[in-house]
């Protein structure tokens, strides 16, 4: 059941960005420490029950204002036990919710008012729990502090565009992640050099370029993620699509801390000259401009990539996609962490004891709580719901509001899968 509504969002999501991605082919800079991670999807089971290792389960319904209501959640943050929503798809809306799911304000939006944005694509949390929000029109973070109060804005004074920008933590520099980097080479006087990943100061100016690519993939079509970067105590982890590797970010230090293998599907280091080259044409931008996700998938048969990750200090979390037969196969897993991990792997993880329900996939996690966060509308969590299950009544559920599944797992140092 997951798989439908994640489905909706991440093709609607893509298609109305329109980005482009690409992919390193030459890093000289990073590190190599990745620990091995295998995910089995030879034989998927359609579900897995993961009770065992479930300590809890709340059910929470966000209670937006009439006037200020948002038609989808594109990202999810919990931030000093608040939650953030953002709405790129429909509103254009940034709002946050207190605890109990009670709307607090609408803490930006596109619009023509003073504070409004010009082109907001992308907001996170820092490691300080405040929420920096990227207008993508003006190369401009503003920040807002853990109470939700404007703090600071910061206006870059060359026009750099990427899909997601995260807080560096213990510093005051920034990381993007673009997947469109015709205009961010040239306008670097670096045009013969795209990158994909950029490390910028405290004002947004250039430091470095890492995970760059050859100038004749500049301007291919390829899916990006909604989500690029997770913050994990003193580092930032980074994920993207058809890259096996889960990265760490310290400082000006990029590591690769994991590497996401599996039994079917594992796209080749070399993708770019393995998948891309032999059909340039189809993937060229200029050409096609930006392809269906039909029309990519068949170059993807049987191939995985991971969409999200989200980590504690003993497990983590992790969505991944195949393409096969020109569709889309959704598969999630829990990792538990250690010399050998453990991993259970399923197209839905379902809690069957306790609290009875089939969990949408996660799409934050909060730190003080420890609770992985997920979002769906009332209509999808009566389908999650399973018989007798005592979380909510299907007669109290709203249809069309959203509602956020708070999970905490118990401590997996001695709790086997």
């Not at 009332?378 to 999970?407: C, M, T």
Request: contains cysteine.
């Amino acid at each position: 059941m997951p798989s439908n509504r994640i489905t909706v969002h991440f093709i609607k999501y893509f298609l109305f960005c329109s980005f482009l991605v690409q992919f390193s082919c030459s890093n000289t800079n990073i590190i190599d420490k990745a620990q091995d991670i295998h995910i089995n999807n030879a034989s998927l089971p359609d579900s897995s029950d993961i009770s065992a290792i479930v300590d809890s389960v709340r059910v929470l319904r966000l209670f937006d204002a009439p006037h200020k209501a948002l038609g989808s959640i594109n990202q999810l943050y919990v931030v000093n036990g608040q939650y953030i929503a953002f709405d790129l798809e429909n509103t254009k809306r940034i709002n946050a919710y207190d605890a109990n799911g009670k709307y607090l304000k609408t803490m930006m939006e596109n619009g023509p008012q003073s504070g409004d944005g010009l082109s907001l694509i992308d907001c996170y949390a820092n490691e300080k729990d405040e929420i920096i929000v990227y207008d993508y029109a003006q190369m401009k973070l503003s920040t807002f502090d853990s109470e939700l109060n404007a703090k600071t804005a910061i206006k870059g004074k060359r026009l750099y565009h990427y899909n997601h920008i995260a807080s560096l933590p213990g510093t005051h520099k920034f990381v993007g992640f673009t997947s469109d980097n015709l205009t961010n080479a040239a306008m670097q006087h670096q045009k013969n050099t795209p990158s994909s990943v950029d490390f910028l100061d405290d004002k947004l100016q250039l430091l470095k370029k890492e995970f760059i690519y050859p100038k004749k993939f500049d301007g291919i079509s390829l899916f990006a993620s909604p989500k690029s970067f997770f913050a994990f105590k003193d580092s930032l982890r980074f994920f993207r699509f058809f890259d096996s590797y889960v990265y760490s970010m310290e400082n000006d230090e990029i590591e690769r801390r994991y590497k996401i293998t599996y039994d079917k599907g594992n796209f080749p280091q070399d993708f770019l000259m393995t998948i891309v080259d032999p059909h340039y044409a189809d993937f060229n931008v200029g050409n096609n401009g930006v392809l269906s996700a039909k029309a990519q998938y068949k170059y993807f048969n049987g191939y995985s990539c991971l969409l999200n990750w989200l980590e504690n200090d003993s497990l983590a979390y992790a969505s991944s996609i195949t393409f096969s037969n020109g569709r889309l196969q959704w598969m999630y897993s829990i990792i538990k962490k250690g010399k050998n991990p453990l991993v259970s792997t399923s197209k839905a993880l379902v809690e069957r004891s306790r609290f009875k329900i089939t969990l949408p996939p996660f799409d934050a996690y909060d730190r003080k709580s420890k609770e992985f966060v997920a979002y769906t509308t009332g209509n999808r969590l009566k389908k999650y719901l399973l018989k007798n299950s005592q979380l909510i009544k299907s007669n109290k559920i709203n249809d069309e509001s959203f509602y956020l599944i708070a999970v905490r797992f118990k401590s997996l140092n001695a709790t086997p899968f």
